[in-house]
């Protein structure tokens, strides 16, 4: 299995721009990084939701998210904040 990930220096970049920061109420905020690899998998491997690896969650429920984060803006602000920043 192939795994993207950030480092945490790049991590610690994108973080501010992410809903449900850690700290925030919700459980969200704790697994941002795990959902945001998931994404970066499946970008990654061209895959089908369906065959999203278990250790990234229900497939259902990382999909769900991203259209949440999607219909939010959140991908977009994110490209648009990070469009001139070398290293992502």
Do not use: C
Request: net charge positive; hydrophobic share 45%; proline share 5%.
């Amino acid at each position: 299995m192939s795994r993207r990930s950030f480092t945490d220096e790049q991590w610690n970049r994108i973080e501010a721009y992410l809903p449900g920061r850690v700290g925030t109420p919700g459980r969200s905020g704790v697994d941002n990084r795990l959902f945001v690899d998931a994404i970066l998998w499946m970008a990654a491997n061209a895959a089908h939701w369906r065959d999203l690896p278990a250790t990234f969650g229900k497939w259902t429920a990382v999909h769900a998210r991203f259209r949440r984060w999607s219909h939010a803006g959140v991908w977009e602000r994110l490209f648009h904040a990070l469009a001139d920043t070398p290293g992502l």
